[in-house]
């Protein structure tokens, strides 16, 4: 099956400092989202981004599906922003298929 | 929107018994899934529903497991009988396009 690789596993960051969150991928897919799971349990999804780049306030992702992979960006980061983060794809070549599949996720903790 | 709810939020039982999880999706949304996730394997996919009709249960880990969806609004998990190591966070996630959305979990301990 495709494998999802995630990196680095665990960052710890100064509040206001600023990351990326990478994602590989080792096969083509049509579907890859990236959630934050909260330290509740909570996954919220953050971006449906297949291909090019998405912004969302402090949040920016971009994904260059002919090179495999994908990154996450987190600017000025906040305390809020713990969690894990998870990128998952979809490899099915159906169109509007959702068969996600996720990686080991990266632990974000943001200390003040 | 409420969003994806999902009962019991906790559930403890005793290994034997059966355990049946429920899954209410957002209005409106017509593909079902259920995952679980836990320390070893991390977050799986065991079933996707779309307009109701089971797609992909391939995740589903044995035949202690099943799922159902007799209606738009309404999914069951059920495990019977449980055993220790079906202990995890069951999320059900609902869609209408590609993007999901997550539902709070159920915490399942089998002791």
């Known amino acids: 099956g495709i494998q999802v690789e995630q990196s680095p596993p665990d960052l710890i960051l100064q509040e206001g400092a600023n990351s990326t969150l990478r994602c590989n991928f080792s096969d083509s897919v049509n579907n890859l989202q990236w959630f934050h799971q909260n330290p509740w349990g909570q996954l919220i999804n953050l971006f449906y981004i297949p291909s090019g780049t998405k912004q969302n306030g402090r949040l920016s992702a971009t994904t260059v599906a002919t090179e495999r992979y994908s990154l996450l960006y987190i600017s000025s980061s906040q305390t809020t922003d713990s969690g894990v983060y998870f990128c998952a794809v979809d490899p099915s070549e159906k169109t509007g298929a959702n068969n996600l599949f996720f990686g080991t996720g990266t632990r974000l903790t943001v200390i003040p | 929107d409420a969003g994806v709810i999902q009962s019991p939020r906790h559930e403890v039982t005793e290994m034997g018994q059966e355990v049946t999880l429920r899954c209410k999706p957002i209005?409106?949304?017509?593909?079902l899934f259920w995952y679980r996730q836990t320390m070893m394997r991390g977050l799986e996919l065991l079933i996707y529903f779309n307009n109701n009709v089971p797609i992909d249960d391939s995740g589903m880990p044995e035949d202690r497991f099943s799922a159902k969806m007799p209606n738009a609004s309404f999914s069951t998990l059920k495990i019977q009988p449980s055993e220790p190591r079906d202990s995890a966070v069951y999320f059900c996630a609902s869609s209408f396009y590609e993007t999901q959305y997550f539902g709070p979990g159920t915490r399942l301990l089998v002791l």
């Open positions: 209005s409106g949304h017509n593909s």
